[in-house]
């Protein structure tokens, strides 16, 4: 019985791919092509779902792939019904508030421009404080430079863009790695192949220590 796994396109899909590769899951490389959705590995008959990031969570939680990889920031802001099976280790980000400097995070008023709305809102009802929440998919940092918002919550690697635009941490919320999730129904029904691919992981990432 074979298994699919939805797997984030773009600057993760590489690492990810090398995460099933060194443990062994698939013996051969499998390289990023824009027009094919759906790549199979032959010697594994593993199908992998090339889909983005934040869908990652609906095809696993909804059974159309049994496996997926995501990260850790997008299952707390969904909190969907999955199993959480592996913290993978690579793709670390942190999900941080930024502002200008001086920004009081304290303001009752407070406007946060983000794309992760329940996690915002939150932190500041962890203050009691009800925010105003606008939700943007781009360019989120715009948000405070031109007064659309007081602050922004979202995720940052090196900082480098928030220092770029004279932008500060403000707090930090959360740290992120990719995580490797199942569907519950999958997870019973082809428990021995989803194990197989666990425990090869859990041997590389072992290894690599």
């Given amino acids: 019985m074979s298994i699919s796994i939805a797997v984030p396109k773009g600057r993760l899909f590489e690492d990810t791919i090398n995460v099933f ?14 027009r094919k959705l759906i790549i199979e590995e032959g010697k594994s008959g593993i199908k992998f779902l090339l889909v983005r990031a934040k869908d990652v969570i609906t095809y696993v939680f909804e059974g159309a792939a049994d496996l997926g990889v995501v990260g850790y920031d997008l299952l707390v802001e969904e909190n969907p019904d999955v199993f959480h099976l592996l913290d993978l280790g690579f793709g670390y980000c942190k999900l941080v508030i930024a502002g200008k400097k001086g920004t009081d995070l304290n ?13 915002a809102r939150s932190y500041f009802r962890s203050k009691e404080i009800e925010p105003e929440i606008i939700e943007l998919y781009g360019s989120i940092e715009l948000g405070p430079l031109v007064g659309l918002s007081d602050c922004i919550v979202d995720i940052t690697s090196t900082g480098k863009t928030l220092e770029e635009n004279n932008l500060v941490i403000l707090d930090d ?21 989803i194990s197989t691919v666990v425990e090869k992981i859990v041997r590389s990432l072992n290894n690599s220590v």
């Fill in 107 to 119: 303001n009752t008023s407070i406007r946060v421009s983000t794309k992760f709305p329940n996690i």
């Fill in 21 to 34: 590769l060194k443990a062994g899951v698939i013996e051969e490389p499998l390289k990023e092509d824009s």
């Fill in 173 to 193: 919320i959360i740290e992120a790695t990719s995580r490797l999730i199942s569907n519950k129904k999958s997870f019973y029904f082809k428990r021995e192949e």
